[in-house]
C-alpha cells in the first residue's frame, strides 16, 4: 500500500460564535493511500465529523492544505469542488439519507444523472451494482418498504455507483442490530477489496475499527500519537 491518494496537512478550524471561539482542530496530518480502510475513533465532541466534512469538501478548516495528486482541493470553487464530490467522492452515514418518494433504483441512479449519464445508461449502471449489494430483487421498492440493512445497502450502492475514489461513512453501522452492522461492514470490506476504493469510516465500535487497515484517534481535536 504505496500510493497515496490524499494528503491532510496541518488542519485546523475553529468556531466563532459572538466573542468566543471554539478550537475544533488542531493541526491534524496524516496520508489516505490508495484502497486503504481508514477508522477515524474518539469521544463526542473530539472533532471527528468535522474532519469528515473538510475530507469531504462540504466545510472549509482555517488554516492548512488537503492534497490530491498534487492539487490542494482546499483551493477549488465551489462548483469544481461540487463536481470533485460527486465524480471523486462517495458519502455514507449513520441514516441513510434516502429520498423517501424515490425507489432503491432511483435513489441509486441520482448521482450518475447529476453527473450527466443518460438516463437509461445510469439505469442499468444502478442496477447493477444493487445486483453486487445483493438487492436485486428490492429494487423497485421504497425505502419505507426496506429493512434497516436494505436502506443501509442502497445508501452504500449510491455511494460507490460513480466509482469514486474515496468513500467517507459517518457510523454506517450504528443504527444497526450487530448482525446487519456486521454484514455492512463485511460488504463494504468487499467493495474495497474488488475496487481498490479506499474507506475512512468514523465510527464508536472499537470492535469495528480493529478490523480496518489503521486506525487515527482524535482526541480535543488532535491526533493522538
Known amino acids: 500500500m504505496t500510493d497515496v ?3 491532510a496537512r496541518q488542519i ?23 484502497a486503504e480502510m481508514l477508522a477515524v475513533v474518539g469521544s463526542s465532541g473530539s472533532g471527528k465529523s468535522t474532519l469528515m466534512h473538510i475530507l469531504g469538501l462540504l466545510d472549509k478548516p482555517d488554516n492548512g492544505q488537503l492534497l490530491c495528486h498534487g ?7 465551489r462548483k469544481q469542488a461540487a463536481q470533485y464530490r460527486n465524480q471523486q467522492l462517495g458519502f455514507v452515514y449513520q441514516f441513510h439519507h434516502l429520498l423517501s418518494e424515490f425507489s432503491a433504483l432511483e435513489n441509486v441512479c441520482m448521482p450518475l444523472l447529476i453527473a450527466g449519464e443518460q438516463p437509461q445508461r445510469a439505469k442499468l449502471r444502478a ?6 449489494v445483493g ?8 425505502p419505507a418498504e426496506l429493512s434497516g440493512g436494505e436502506r443501509q445497502r442502497v445508501a452504500i450502492a449510491r455511494a460507490v455507483v460513480n466509482e469514486p475514489q474515496l468513500v467517507l461513512a459517518d457510523e ?3 443504527n444497526l442490530d450487530q448482525t446487519t452492522g456486521a454484514e455492512i461492514f463485511a460488504l463494504l470490506k468487499e467493495l474495497n477489496q474488488k475496487s481498490n476504493t479506499s474507506f475512512v469510516i468514523v465510527t464508536h465500535d472499537l ?14 481535536g488532535e491526533l493522538a500519537s
Open 207 to 220: 470492535q469495528l475499527a480493529a478490523q480496518m487497515d489503521r486506525i487515527l484517534t482524535l482526541q480535543n
Open 135 to 142: 438487492l436485486s430483487h428490492r429494487i423497485k421498492h421504497r
Open 12 to 34: 485546523g478550524k475553529s468556531y466563532q460564535d459572538g466573542k468566543l471561539t471554539t478550537p475544533v482542530l488542531h493541526d491534524i496530518n496524516f496520508d489516505l493511500h490508495v
Open 5 to 7: 491518494l490524499m494528503q
Open 71 to 77: 492539487t490542494n482541493l482546499l483551493t477549488l470553487n
Open 172 to 174: 454506517p453501522t450504528g
Open 127 to 132: 442496477t447493477e451494482i444493487l445486483d453486487r
